[in-house]
């Protein structure tokens, strides 16, 4: 059964006509054509798929669409401000926190919402805060460095 | 243009391609050919461009354009190793142009040549030498064009960012793009070209940050599931429960049923596909399949055993002196057996891949480390010419050696034209668990033996499944044989196997275990006649590169000798791979009986170092990786069933697993670039390992050094 559901996405208002048990996941990626969110597991294990809602980092694998009625979501593709890199996205680029990039969208979203409830990080809070996102080209030391440089 | 006339160009210029869409591809402008394959895969390309009138013997190509732009066509692809970033680096400073000038196109099937993969960390070592080369020859070609435009002597011009210029009359200029306009020059490298001194290095040598960066940070990038077309149909495909069951029957009554799927049933091919990949997988879970099951109950326990007793024949490297002569001089013997199961590659990116015909032909975006065979095996399944079968550049997201095959490719074709629509396939992450290339479970057996002053008499090693990558001897042994039973590959390069699944590449293949090895027989030897474990490699190796890599590793750790176990719970490792010599010292804890890696030091000599910041990010990216084959990852199974499924149950390593990772380069300027993307991955077991035993005196001679290995060592 399709329903309306609006809510926020990268600043902009919303609505989209989807099932309401849908995963944000994938309809981030099909019908909204923002495939900067990646699909890793599937179970919310390996935070590829991290988005922010309500400031909040969430699993966007396990998380039903219905669910973002009213609420603001952020992805990848809203970080920046037009060419302007978000200080966590410049970190990462400068610090050399990327290979692959896979994990990448994820990792920086899963920071980003780590800083807004604490813009001051210890490398332990980080660590921990971290800790459910992967990366196998295991660029860890310098995605640490890069939340690091960018945590007051 | 009059400098077309020049007769130095002219009698070097080779014939342009016979093949037109080709030359539609070289075009106008200056271009130099080069090969940087093997021998076999300038005969592939021989084969493909054999009767079209052109040269054959070439795998890449550099082309300065009409308006100045330089673009690199390499078959090699991006991993995110950072060999696009690297390699333009290159270009651009035997050019003397800036590096935002530099395009590399990499990986287009139709616009590349040949190559045979992106593996074995030769992009650098290998493509590198000759890509420089083939810059500098394109820079002596526009210094004689600029010569006699400017009619000013060769020696006295000067290159500054895409400008040749007199230096005695900085008025006297003329830009590439000036030069390359209107020429159709083509030149084959000939190895004759003079590549600059390191001296004289301007981009080479600097730590450039990656230029693919921007677009990953971004969410830009683009992988092979994230190309779309309005009509494109996302495709589920039905698995076996076990490797090497055969199908009784199915029902995809369900599946049809649901609105908007349409199921395939084709030569085996069973799919369900849908424009939401949702409902693709709900369609494919609804189908009932029945499989005969093959009788097998070989697990993770019995394997070893299994694949000894299946071994075939040896065969026999570096032999050397005489074993029974070697074993009667010795004052003390070793014999061990060292064990490790098989591994998952597990990219963060699953197996993808979309293709879309058009008219007769057929495109397609894959995650792979082999666009070229993937084009093959696409353009034999399905019937067609190969250069109708166009496998598109994208990002890839790891491979690690799992994405040597790409069978998702094929699947993903044969649905195209099945359906007439474009297709996407992805392995869900159960899925690239189940079908990847497992790293083979491997035995290494080694009989060695030192004299009363610790020095090494005799080394029988054998080494069961894990290849010989990793074990040649670069200890002063003088009674030595080194005996490979099996290959790494297994099942992978065809031919039988006892492996209960086929087996394949992982980061490094074969040499993780190779060293695990035979540095913790070498600390066992050291142990034995109580000596520090790096001056008993140091007084068995006469290696002027090995022991510089240790003896800097010891200084910057601060290190200080002591025979183990000392109870510090320090370790050494150190290996060669991919021509790079590297050494690595780690140092650990116990916690709750697991290991806690605190500290490792790497130290690295790959020869010139092109991007340091980039060789670095590649080091401490293998030591992290390294941790999970050494602490951690483990394929659970039965005969071919796969209990490995996801994350929770494949442990890798993450940020509460990091240890301070303190890597550097060891500056050789002597020796061309060498390999970068998997030496440092090689002694992170044998290093962890010896630094439990000089913790608390244990040795686990099999990986992964969980908690329960642990203890029953301690036992």
Known sequence: MKETIKFTLNGKPTSINVEGDRTLLWVLRTDLGLTGTKFGCGKGLCGSCTVVIDKKAVRSCRFPVKDISGKEVLTIEGLAQGDTLHPLQKAFLEQGAVQCGFCTSGMLLNAYALLLENPSLTRDEIIKGMDNNLCRCSAHTRIVQAIESVST | ?715
């Not at chain 2, 080394?459 to 790494?488: C, H, K, L, M």
């Not at chain 2, 290190?559 to 109870?567: D, L, R, V």
Request: glycine share 10%.
């Open chain 2, 1 to 715: 243009m009059e400098v077309n006339n020049s007769k130095e160009i002219q009698k070097s210029t080779i014939d342009p391609f016979g093949r037109r869409d080709f030359m539609k591809i070289v075009g106008s402008g200056i271009v130099v050919f080069f090969a940087s394959g093997s021998a076999i895969e300038s005969a592939v390309h021989a084969a493909q461009f054999r009767g079209m009138g052109g040269p054959t013997d070439f795998n890449d190509f550099l082309k300065i354009a009409e308006d100045g732009s330089v673009t690199v066509f390499t078959g090699k692809v991006e991993l995110g190793q950072g060999n696009t970033t690297a390699l333009a680096q290159m270009a651009a400073d035997e050019l003397g142009v800036s590096l935002d000038s530099v395009t590399m196109i990499m990986g287009d099937t139709e616009l590349c040549p040949y190559d045979m993969g992106t593996f074995g960390s030769m992009s650098i070592r290998v493509l590198g030498p000759q890509l420089r080369g083939a810059a500098a020859e394109a820079r002596e070609i526009l210094l004689v064009l600029a010569s006699e435009q400017l009619d000013k002597p060769k020696s006295q011009l000067k290159i500054e960012d895409g400008v040749i210029y007199d230096e005695k009359d900085r008025a006297a200029r003329v830009t590439f793009g000036q030069l390359a306009k209107g020429q159709k020059i083509t030149r084959k490298l000939e190895g004759r070209a003079v590549t600059k001194p390191v001296s004289e290095f301007t981009i080479m040598g600097k730590s450039i940050t990656r230029l693919d960066g921007i677009a990953k940070v971004t969410g830009k990038a683009k992988y092979s599931g994230d190309i779309r077309f309005p009509d494109l149909l996302y495709a589920r495909v039905l698995r076996p429960p076990a490797h090497g069951a055969t199908l009784k029957s199915v029902d995809t009554s369900e599946a049809e049923k649901m609105p908007g799927v349409v199921v395939v049933n084709e030569d085996g091919l069973i799919a369900a596909l849908h424009a939401d990949p949702e409902i693709a997988g709900k369609a494919i879970a609804s189908i009932k399949s029945e499989y005969d099951i093959p009788a097998g109950d070989v697990d993770e326990n019995t394997i070893f055993d299994h694949l000894v007793n299946n071994a075939p024949r040896p065969q026999e490297r570096e032999p050397k002196g005489d074993l029974a002569e070697g074993e009667k001089i010795s004052a003390t013997l070793f014999e061990e057996t060292y064990l490790n199961g098989y591994g998952a590659q597990a990219p963060i990116e699953t197996h993808t891949a979309c293709a879309k015909i058009d008219g007769d032909r057929m495109n397609v975006w894959i995650s792979t480390q082999t666009p070229f065979s993937n084009q093959s095996e696409i353009a034999r399944t399905l019937g067609m010419q190969s250069e109708n079968v166009r496998v598109m550049p994208v990002f890839v997201g790891g491979g690690f050696g799992g994405k040597n095959s790409a069978p998702q490719a094929v699947e993903a074709a044969r649905l195209a034209k099945i359906t007439g629509k474009p297709v996407q396939v992805f392995h869900d992450r159960e899925e690239e668990f189940f079908l990847t290339v497992y790293r083979p479970a491997a035995i290494v057996k080694i009989k060695s033996g030192i004299d009363d002053r610790g020095k090494i008499t005799l080394w029988d090693y054998n080494v069961y499944f894990a290849g010989d990558r990793g074990a040649e001897q670069y200890y002063d042994v003088p009674n030595n044989v080194i005996r490979t039973y099996g290959s790494a590959m297994g099942g992978m390069m065809g031919g039988s196997s006892p492996h209960p699944f086929a087996t394949g590449t992982w980061r490094a293949p074969g040499a993780n275990m190779n060293i695990f090895a035979k540095e913790s027989q070498i600390d066992i030897m050291a142990a034995k006649c109580k000596m520090d474990p790096l001056e008993f490699r140091l007084q068995n190796t006469s290696d002027p590169r090995m022991r510089r890599v240790l003896e800097q590793a010891a200084k910057r750790f601060g290190y200080t000798p002591a025979a183990a176990p000392s109870g510090r719970g320090i370790g050494f490792g150190c290996g060669i791979d991919a021509g790079t010599y590297i050494a690595e010292i780690a140092e650990i804890e116990l916690q709750n009986g697991s290991i806690k890696v605190k500290k490792i030091v790497a130290a690295q000599d790959m020869g010139i170092c092109i991007n340091p910041k980039g060789a670095l990010m590649q080091v401490e990216g293998c030591i992290m990786m390294g941790l999970g084959y050494t602490l951690t990852e483990d394929i659970s199974f039965k005969g071919g069933r796969i209990f490995t499924s996801n994350f929770h149950n494949y442990k890798m390593p993450r940020f509460s697993m990091l240890p301070e990772i303190d890597a550097f380069i060891v500056k050789n300027d002597d020796l061309a670039p060498q390999g970068g993307g998997e030496p440092g991955v090689v002694p992170v077991g044998a290093a962890v390992a010896n630094a439990l035993y000089d913790l608390a005196g244990i040795r686990v001679f099999q990986m992964p050094l969980t908690a329960e290995r642990i203890k029953a060592a301690q036992a």
